[in-house]
């Protein structure tokens, strides 16, 4: 991998791209950083210092995508989050909408108004998630209700003297989602122009940001040998990650020679990939929304009046270290993957393609019979990749046990944070050695 990105530096159109990727990555970072207008930055600070052991899945996940943006309500904020969700909404509506179906076939032309219309509700979803936010914010809610909003000193979004209130929260609003549309489009000239996919590299900067200094906190607060223990056992996570991203079935395919016109195209052996993780960390997504549920649900009621059935929730549905919570949440992840890998690879169409253009998988027919062949081999790699990202997934459950509750919001070593590093660090490097490849390669004549 180093060797890839020396070469990278000695050639000259890579080496531009290298530098202006980092030069975005540099922007974006600033941005992260930015307060928005008629946010108090050190009051914030100061709840920030108070909730440090409080749990909420939801918030600790996007404010991972974010780098730690979204608890300071900075321009930033809202990072690419609203990005992935909605890039996942349009996918799960492909297969329900003919008309988005439609598109998505219709190659590079109908992938293009995919992609404005995933920005379209990019911007949509932002609007609400600024909305919900700042309204958070204001009741002191975003912090789980440990800020008094009456203090002056814990006062998130102060009221100024002769500016209604309605117009800084508004302005507010504005800022976010404005900041989101510019992450959005610094994404995209990282695609362009850069090397990696754009939003894939900005989800990797706010993860790596949070590193350091979290990792330093683990030492502060457990001790040199828990933290070079950890680091150990960060090195197996990433090598098991690295190991199961990489494996894949590859399903051999023959075309058959046909005769078009005077030319003979066909005779050629090629493979259907299958990944064993073929559904990425969107099941992880899922399952962490969906388990938040019952989180928000108890944040409508006082903690000092709650009933029976929602003290049981509390202890059980929203406490991370609770077997109950540890076993739904590798349920639900195993159940998402299968669903996800249901609606995002078809049998029947891969085994359609391939009657169409006289490809068939040796000692199978083709039609019916390739769709079913298929099914068989996806169904039995699904499960192995379900259970490493359900295992991923709950191992900082775990690591919440073993160090201490303070240290669970601070743990970005597991889960979700190691499953996006490991895959944008290995899709860059492709990227990065099929370049090189390409400007490397004399051919057999010189």
Do not use: H
Request: net charge positive; aromatic share 12%; with cysteine.
């Amino acid at each position: 991998m180093l060797s890839a990105f020396t070469s990278a530096l000695r050639t000259p159109d890579l080496r531009k791209k290298l530098l202006f990727t980092v030069a975005i990555v540099g922007i974006y970072r600033l941005g992260a950083t930015l307060p928005s207008p008629g946010v108090s930055y050190a009051n914030v600070r100061a709840c920030l210092k108070l909730t440090e052991s409080a749990n909420n899945d939801l918030l600790n996940l996007l404010n991972l995508f974010s780098g730690g943006a979204l608890l300071q309500l900075s321009v930033f904020a809202l990072g690419i989050m609203p990005y992935i969700t909605a890039s996942i909404i349009l996918q799960l509506l492909t297969v329900v909408i003919p008309r988005l179906e439609q598109l998505r076939k219709e190659g590079q032309s109908g992938q293009a108004k995919i992609t404005q219309y995933t920005r379209y509700l990019t911007l949509g979803l932002a609007v609400l998630q600024a909305s919900a936010f700042v309204a958070l914010a204001r009741t002191g809610q975003l912090f789980n209700g440990l800020c008094d909003q009456n203090d002056p000193t814990y006062q998130i979004i102060p009221e100024s003297t002769g500016i209604p209130v309605w117009l800084t929260l508004s302005v507010l609003v504005l800022t976010m989602t404005a900041g989101t549309g510019v992450v959005m489009w610094l994404g995209e000239l990282i695609t362009d122009r850069g090397v990696g996919n754009g939003m894939s590299v900005l989800i990797f900067t706010s993860i790596a940001a949070r590193l350091p200094g979290e990792g330093w906190s683990i030492k502060e607060s457990s001790g040199t040998g828990k933290f070079m223990l950890v680091l150990a056992l960060v090195l197996v996570i990433i090598a098991l990650v690295v190991f199961i991203e990489q494996a894949q079935r590859r399903i051999p395919v023959q075309y058959a020679k046909r005769m078009i016109g005077r030319r003979m195209y066909g005779g050629t052996s090629t493979y259907i990939p299958l990944k064993v993780n073929q559904a990425g960390v969107v099941p992880v997504i899922f399952a962490s929304s969906l388990l938040y549920l019952p989180q928000l649900y108890l944040q409508f009621f006082d903690k000092n009046t709650l009933k029976p059935y929602q003290v049981w929730i509390q202890n059980n549905l929203a406490d991370p270290v609770n077997p109950l919570y540890i076993g739904v949440m590798f349920l639900l992840i195993i159940f998402f993957t299968y669903f996800y890998v249901s609606i995002t690879f078809n049998p029947t169409e891969v085994a359609e393609n391939m009657k169409k253009y006289g490809g068939f998988v040796p000692g199978i027919r083709p039609g019916k019979p390739t769709a079913d062949y298929l099914d068989f081999i996806l169904s039995r790699i699904t499960l192995p990749g379900a259970l490493y990202l359900g295992l991923i997934s709950v191992m900082p459950n775990f690591f919440f046990i073993w160090l201490n509750q303070q240290q669970y919001q601070n743990f970005p070593f597991g889960g979700v944070a190691v499953l996006i590093m490991v895959g944008v660090g290995l899709e860059t490097v492709k990227q990065i050695e099929s370049q090189l490849m390409q400007r490397n390669y004399e051919g057999f004549l010189r």
